[in-house]
């Protein structure tokens, strides 16, 4: 029989509920711990989604031999320190996106990849959806002609007052947030990564992006606009145009069991009927395939550091007030 994986909750993030069904639906995990800062709040979790054990500390979860990955859902500037002390405590990570904040974090955790042989990847959930791998598939067969064009957008309004979203120490930031989707989605599309990238942002009073708004070259030709925020409705869609047509992806990020998106020839308009998954269920099942079957892991290491790269010559730019030469 296959081994069960068992798995750990580092903190109660928010975000844990979307992972907590899944993990509970796939038959090679099992949901055994959440972590908090303190013993009461790690009870008081556990309690409440059934959780069979709550440590008081992350500490005391890495130190539990029982548990074989952990999910890193801290703050964005936690990512880096805490995948690489998960590693060293010889267990795998599927941690949040970002997954890093600067090129020398992701480098730390390559090397600790390597040192260690466990296995890291950023929880893109989308990626692994059947919409995505379905939009890349056409675009890869030239379903629309030669991709010319990418737009997109995926914005919110951010009502979670003192949020680390909002503090730029913490990797606050709608372009760390949100903006790193759509740039994510159109490096996975192009296949080739951004040679030249220029972006705007609004700053909030804690220093952080309210809104960006960028574009990149790629080194092929493919040109792509996207703006990402805090402060507007939420919107959260990707338009694919080529030589022959245009794809529009209206439910990019977040497609649910049920999606579809369009392509569009002249006045010929075709539905693309997608039936879905569990949209958190697809990272769940890629970590088990690379941890068990030694498969590697959909978002390799090497392009969460790409799509960081991107991101921070987006903010270098909007800083500098210049266009910023990548390649
Ligand atoms: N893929 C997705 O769909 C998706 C969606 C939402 C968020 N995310 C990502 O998931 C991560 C968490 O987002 P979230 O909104 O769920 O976070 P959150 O609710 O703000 O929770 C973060 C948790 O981190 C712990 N923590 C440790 N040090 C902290 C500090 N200095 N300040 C605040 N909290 C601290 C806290 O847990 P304890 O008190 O229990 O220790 C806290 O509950 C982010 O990286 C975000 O980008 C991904």
């Known amino acids: 029989m296959e081994k069960i994986l068992n798995w750990g909750l580092l903190s109660t993030a928010k975000i844990n509920r979307a992972l907590i069904p899944p993990l509970r639906a796939s038959k090679r995990t099992r949901l055994l711990g959440v972590a908090s800062r303190n013993q009461s709040s790690a009870d008081a979790y556990a309690r409440e989604w059934n959780i069979p054990r709550a440590y008081g500390s992350y500490e005391a979860m890495l130190a539990d031999p029982e548990i074989d990955v952990i999910y890193n859902p801290l703050p964005n500037h936690l990512h880096a320190e805490w995948t690489i002390k ?15 904040l600067t090129l020398a974090e992701a480098d730390q955790i390559i090397a600790a990849t390597q040192e260690t042989g466990k296995v890291v990847a950023e929880a893109f959930m989308y990626r692994h959806h059947p919409q995505t791998l379905k939009v890349k598939e056409l675009i890869d067969s030239g379903a629309i002609g030669e991709m010319q064009l990418i737009k997109g957008a995926f914005t919110f309004t951010l009502k979670r007052e003192g949020n680390f979203r909002w503090v730029r120490e913490y990797g606050g930031g709608s372009l760390w947030d949100v903006g790193c989707y759509p740039i994510s989605f159109a490096r996975m599309l192009v ?45 959260s869609f990707i338009e694919i145009v080529g030589t022959a047509g245009s794809m529009q992806v209206p439910n990019a990020f977040k497609p649910g069991r049920k999606s579809e998106f369009k392509i569009i020839r002249g006045d010929e308009i075709e539905t693309i009927k997608i039936k ?15 941890i068990l079957n030694q498969q590697p892991p959909r978002i390799s290491l090497s392009d969460s550091r790409n799509n960081i790269a991107a991101i921070l010559g987006l903010y270098k730019s909007a800083q500098e007030g210049n266009p910023i030469n990548l390649s």
């Open 86 to 100: 998960v590693l060293q405590a010889g267990k795998h990570v599927l941690c949040e996106k970002p997954m890093v």
């Open 191 to 235: 296949g080739v990564e951004p040679a030249e990238v220029f972006g705007w942002q609004v700053t909030g009073p804690e220093g952080s992006d309210d809104s960006f708004f960028g574009q990149m070259r790629f080194g092929n030709g493919v040109h792509m606009q996207f703006d990402c925020g805090f402060t507007s409705t939420p919107r």
């Open 276 to 290: 879905g998954q569990e949209l958190y269920l697809g990272e769940v099942e890629d970590m088990c395939n690379a």
